[in-house]
């Protein structure tokens, strides 16, 4: 199941016999039945809310208003007004299939970017020795300390005007950059954590693969190509569904940096509920429509994503 | 095909006080197999990947043929190497692990496959072509590293302990099957192991290292009869040398109550009362006669069938000396009776007491 599935063949006769052993004591803890009762009542109190939502959504805004949601199996009233709503752009002033198409424009850029760069980067700090690597690397691990709210109006001048702590180092984005800037904030804010994540699964990887290849004759090129990509997909893969769904579900970022052509479907969610939060009642309706992709994103890739967060775990 | 040359290759290690590697001076002639063998520790697999270029020369220098590679990288160096838990790659089939090396030097794909499927057949892998590593089991996937390095046709092959990781049984086939492979292709190998028995079976020659310098180098008869120093008497064959401190007498050594002769040539080397000697445990006999050779008292005797060996202590000048003897398989002295050793004349080797390197002539071969 774990990443050691794709490592094994070499790595077995070396592996240390405990960390399998534990592994599988643990596994065997986590499978017993009241392990599994728990997780399953765990499960049901998570999910509650969210049932909640979805049979508000099918509500008319006086029962929503007046009584609980539980009371719709009982009293019946179901209806779909809530959907056609949201789609209605005379009712809600905001263009939910605009929303939609935005946030895919900036989530996928938004989920590659970071990858692809910290990608590069954890196999420079895992595999290439550099003066100074140890060092860098607990700098870029130390700016996950930095909060979000802080690098907002730096980030800011930085694209609008090209300046850091007060000194012109680029040329600014300008007012027509379309969607360039929340992709690099996207980036920005994400490239810590996923180097530090991928750095630890790529430095795992077995020495002797990579001295293997060496004198097979591959370069650091082919060697990232060849023999990392293929086997940190688990990590990517599950890496890039966290990254996809925490830029889909932003709100802060997108209400800084982007214009009003150019919100997700979350600023227009907020939008939509109106001033007044007279369209209140039309937004777990909305929410709904907006998971649906973030959803078919999940249920994709679950394979790689429960596997990815064991290989993190065990470390290969 | 191409000669191999450690110039007074040193490796130091960074923060370490004592090179792991001193001053190796080695030569390897084209199409040899040599064996480094040592205990753990004493530099053999880092003078392997300082020839592989996977190690830094600190000193000296290394040549494949005449080409000075000191400083080239590894994949300019035209070796292959096989490692100890052979380093497949885990995401290729059989075929991909061993068309690697083709495919980054640029091979067309049909004369990749050519030599892949050229060394599979050599190697029986033929029906694993298109089964990655984990679906094989640990001896197939050996000879899936042996073909990786054998389809590069390189000049050198390198080869890190690749029979550890295998069980005992399919250890010695494959030990064989190596050295006659080797042997077909003609190419020069150097062969890392801390089996001395594996060294003896398989190697041309033979280079004995410990703690980072060269002891002695020679073939596997060499070595076994005319060891240079007390570490490699002790080091090769096995069960290991009776090495004994003994006294010197008027032209012998003192064995119990015998005097084994000795040329006068050999004592005269040295100063010292006493001195080191070395007999092997089929240079030993029981003798009947009361009033000859060393009295032992039998610890315990193993039975291998044809042969058994004799473990026993002795009280030599006041120290006790264990001492193993080869004996009959069937007829043999039994745990706790005490017997009379004799050494064979001949079979003895001499060494200083302090410095402990050779002073007798060789047995005569």
């Known amino acids: 199941m774990t990443a050691s599935t794709v490592l094994d063949p070499n790595t077995r006769p070396n592996l240390p016999p405990e960390k399998p052993r534990t592994l599988d004591r643990v596994r065997e803890k986590l499978s017993s039945k009241t392990a599994t009762i728990a997780a399953l009542l765990i499960a049901i109190l998570w999910t509650l809310p969210t049932l909640g939502l979805l049979v508000s959504s099918f509500r008319t805004p006086d029962a929503v208003a007046t009584s609980g949601w539980w009371t719709a199996f009982t009293d019946g009233g179901l209806t779909l007004d809530n959907y056609e709503a949201i789609f209605d752009p005379t009712r809600v002033y905001v263009n939910i299939g605009e929303g939609l198409l935005n946030s895919l424009a900036i989530t996928i850029p938004g989920a590659i970017l970071p990858l692809g760069l910290a990608l590069l980067a954890a196999y420079a700090f895992a595999w290439i020795p550099f003066r100074g690597r140890n060092w860098i690397f607990i700098g870029i691990f130390a700016l996950q300390i930095v909060p979000i709210q802080m690098v907002m109006v730096p980030l800011l001048r930085l694209f609008s005007s090209g300046e850091i702590f007060g000194t012109v180092v680029v040329r600014p984005l300008g007012g027509d950059s379309g969607f360039a800037s929340i992709w690099l904030a996207h980036t920005i804010l994400a490239l810590p954590l996923t180097i530090f994540l991928l750095h630890n699964f790529i430095a795992s990887l077995p020495n002797d693969l990579f001295e293997a290849a060496r004198i097979d004759g591959a370069g650091h090129g082919q060697i990232f190509l060849r023999i990392v990509l293929p086997l940190a997909m688990p990590a990517i893969a599950s890496i890039a569904i966290f990254q996809f769904l925490w830029v889909w579900n932003d709100l802060l970022i997108a209400l800084v940096f982007s214009s009003s052509d150019q919100n997700p479907i979350t600023v227009m969610l907020t939008n939509m509920v109106g001033t007044q939060g007279q369209n209140t009642f039309l937004l777990s309706a909305a929410a709904f429509i907006s998971i649906i992709i973030p959803l078919l994103v999940f249920l994709g890739l679950q394979r790689y994503f429960v596997r990815g967060l064991l290989a993190g775990a065990t470390k290969g | ?365």
Do not use: W
């Open chain 2, 1 to 365: 095909m191409a000669s191999v040359t450690f110039d007074n290759a040193t490796r130091m290690y960074p923060g370490g006080t004592r090179a792991a590697v001193d001053k190796l001076n080695l030569e390897v002639a084209d199409g040899e197999f040599l064996v480094l063998v040592g205990p753990s520790g004493c530099g053999k697999s880092t003078s392997l990947r300082m020839l592989a270029g996977l190690e830094e020369v600190n000193d000296g220098r290394i040549l494949i043929g005449d080409r000075d590679v000191t400083d080239i990288p590894p994949k300019d160096r035209d070796i292959a190497m096989v490692f100890q838990n052979y380093a497949l790659y885990p995401h290729m089939t059989v075929a991909e692990n061993m068309g690697f090396a083709l495919k980054i030097a640029g091979v067309s794909k049909d004369e990749r496959a050519a030599r892949v499927l050229e060394a599979a057949k050599l190697l029986d892998l033929e029906d694993y072509l298109t089964r990655k590593p984990k679906a094989l089991s640990g001896g197939q996937r050996q000879r899936v590293a042996m073909g990786r390095a054998i389809v590069r046709q390189p000049q050198v092959f390198l080869m890190d302990e690749p029979l550890s990781n295998l069980d005992a049984k399919l250890r010695v086939q494959t030990r064989t099957q190596i050295a006659s492979l080797q042997r077909r292709l003609g190419v020069t190998t150097v062969y890392v192991t801390h089996d001395q028995t594996e060294a003896l079976t398989m190697g041309d020659r033979i280079a004995v290292l410990k703690d980072g310098l060269l002891q002695q180098v020679g073939t596997p008869r060499d070595l076994y009869e005319r060891p240079e120093n007390v570490f490699v008497a002790g080091f090769i064959g096995s069960p290991a040398m009776n090495l004994l401190q003994v006294g010197l007498a008027d032209g012998g050594v003192q064995f119990g109550q015998s005097v084994v002769p000795v040329e006068r040539e050999t004592i005269a080397q040295t100063t010292a009362s006493t001195a080191t000697i070395g007999v092997r445990p089929e240079d030993i006999r029981v003798t009947e006669d009361p009033n000859a050779g060393l009295a032992v008292t039998v610890d315990l005797v193993e039975e291998l069938g044809a042969d058994g060996y004799l473990y026993g202590h002795a009280d030599i000048n006041g120290v006790r000396t264990d001492l193993v003897a080869r004996v009959d398989g069937r007829i043999h002295p039994y745990a706790g009776e005490t017997v009379r050793l004799e050494v064979l004349p001949n079979h003895l080797h001499v060494f200083d007491v302090e410095s402990g390197l050779r002073l007798s002539k060789p047995v005569t071969l």
